[in-house]
């Protein structure tokens, strides 16, 4: 079975700026969750996404958007990229049904902002 | 208010000696608390969960953790620990008092040494 993919690897930008961000759930999941792993600051929560429906977001601005399509892949948009933005993303898809809700995460998108 | 502690940043311990990853939670209920190791260059792998039922949970790799409600607790341990075990591990805990929202830990280095 194949796990959680993200696209692309890496990603360079300059400052102001837009990147996408693309995640692929393990197949069957209907969750699908954003992370923001900047160096020494441990994962912080970005969004989640279930169904399709935007279910709750962290404590980052407005300009960190996404969205769920039908098949429940995932986007994250971040726009006016700042200097600050750089760090690891990572996505993670969950079951959500019975005792299953631990995350599988996938790599990872490495974004630097130039 | 921080969800989820990890006291300690860096664990050292030597190949063969029991391992303990420390871990606190303070959200209120019955949560649902998590484990997870991220090695070099990699996303973060799942390693075990506690849901309900038995205190002391089995997980991958050899790995277990018991949950102490009195403590607010959820060590990680490993009766017999491997250099391959190095790595970072993140403790998490899902808060269903904040529209289900995942909190991780910091992140503990654990570096076994030969």
């Known amino acids: 079975e194949a796990g959680v993919t993200q696209s692309p690897t890496h990603l360079i930008k300059t400052r102001g700026q837009q990147a996408t961000l693309r995640c692929s759930p393990i197949?069957?999941?209907?969750?699908v969750y954003w992370y923001q792993q900047a160096l020494g600051l441990g994962l912080q929560f970005l969004l989640w996404?279930?169904?399709?429906?935007?279910?709750n977001r962290g404590n980052f601005p407005p300009r960190f958007s996404g969205r769920q399509f039908p098949n429940y892949s995932s986007e994250l948009n971040v726009n006016a990229l700042e200097l600050e933005d750089s760090a690891l993303y990572l996505c993670?898809?969950?079951?959500?049904?019975?005792?299953?809700?631990?995350?599988?995460f996938g790599p990872g998108t490495r974004l630097t902002v130039t | 208010a921080q969800s989820v502690a990890q006291p300690e940043d860096q664990v050292n311990v030597a190949e063969g000696n029991p391992l303990t990853v420390k871990c606190t939670y303070s959200?209120?209920?019955?949560?649902?608390l998590f484990w997870y190791v991220q090695y070099p260059n990699r996303g973060l792998q799942f390693l075990l969960k506690?849901?309900?039922?038995?205190?002391l949970v089995k997980g991958s790799y050899g790995f277990e953790a018991e949950f102490n409600k009195s403590q607010t607790s959820f060590h990680l341990k490993k009766p017999s620990a491997l250099v391959s075990d190095s790595a970072l591990y993140f403790c998490?805990?899902?808060?269903?008092?904040?529209?289900?929202?995942?909190?991780f830990g910091t992140g503990t280095s654990l570096t076994v040494i030969p």
């Open positions: 993670a898809s969950s079951l959500e049904q019975g005792a299953n809700y631990e995350q599988y």
């Open positions: 197949s069957g999941h209907t969750s």
């Open positions: 996404y279930d169904e399709g429906e935007e279910r």
């Open positions: 959200v209120s209920g019955n949560p649902y």
């Open positions: 506690y849901i309900t039922g038995d205190n």
């Open positions: 998490a805990v899902r808060d269903w008092n904040t529209g289900n929202q995942f909190y």
